[in-house]
């Protein structure tokens, strides 16, 4: 069965990690360019005093840039979650949402650099925010891609008869 991004935003949001933390994925663009996540601060979901976990808004923007890189780029790359950093800039209550954007332009750039095994790492950022639009935590997340050895080792010849 071939993965559809209707059918990855689905699974990702019943996945348990996502399910019980209010994490759920609204939609991933057909060419794999957005995607777009939302976190339910509620009773089981907020912390302490009352808004949103810390580490439930880093969790809602872990993997959702590395997926798409890993997605338009295909099978021939290694691609990866490195790194991330947040911060948190108010308290977040109700219904926070984070949206991804991979150009194509920036995929195709990291395509040319990872050519011949070269390693990649390429930073991005996105904004969490509340239902008024305001921000409520920057994040950024470095992604690594390489092109994985067998297309590096094969070095674009073709076999010959």
């Known amino acids: 069965m071939r993965m ?4 990855l935003a689905i699974g ?4 348990a990690p996502n399910l019980f933390s ?3 994925v609204r939609r991933f663009a057909d060419d794999w360019t957005e995607a777009t996540v939302e976190l339910h601060v509620n009773l089981l979901t907020r912390n ?7 580490g439930s808004m880093s969790a809602m923007t872990d993997p959702y840039f590395f997926m798409l890189v890993m997605h338009q780029l295909g099978r021939d790359y290694v691609v990866w979650d490195t790194r991330g950093e947040i911060e948190f800039v108010t308290p977040g209550r109700g219904v926070l949402t984070a949206r991804f954007a991979v150009p194509r332009e920036t995929v195709a ?6 050519r011949g095994g ?7 950022e996105t904004d969490i925010t509340d239902a008024s639009g305001a921000v409520v ?10 092109e994985k050895k067998r297309v590096t080792d094969a070095g674009g010849l073709t076999p010959t008869s």
Do not use: N
């Open 4 to 7: 559809t991004p209707r059918r």
């Open 12 to 15: 990702m949001s019943l996945w």
């Open 22 to 24: 209010g994490i759920r």
């Open 48 to 54: 302490y005093v009352k808004t949103a976990f810390g």
């Open 109 to 114: 750039d990291i395509r040319e650099r990872a």
């Open 118 to 124: 070269a390693k990649v790492l390429e930073w991005f």
């Open 137 to 146: 935590a920057r994040v950024r997340r470095e992604v690594y891609v390489r």
